[in-house]
């Protein structure tokens, strides 16, 4: 996880990215049963929570707009769904938390 939240540091989740983080993003990704953008976005969750996390914060990490950042809206309710992130709120799905038992478990 840190050589993927390393490396997409201000990377705005380019292909040069993805191409030298590859080997870790897919080890991740299979391990958790998600896509390979999904778990890069886990590991940003990570790195700027585990607590109250949203979608500036990524935006601001990864260095893209924040209306790019909405686009991967899906990827992050795939993430709730797998149930590693749960939103803060069900009525705003604008903020959201990594669990405790997902943190103690990575």
Known sequence: MERIVELSK?????????RKAKAEIKLLADSYGVTETQAV??????EKGPRRVDYDDLSSYLNISNIKMLAY?????????????????V????DFDVPTAVVRSA
């Open 73 to 89: 809206a899906t990827d992050i309710d795939a993430l709730v769904h797998r149930r590693l992130l749960k939103y803060r709120d």
């Open 41 to 46: 976005l886990f590991c940003v969750c990570m």
């Open 91 to 94: 009525k705003d799905e604008e």
């Open 10 to 18: 201000d990377s705005k989740l380019s292909k040069e990215f993805f």
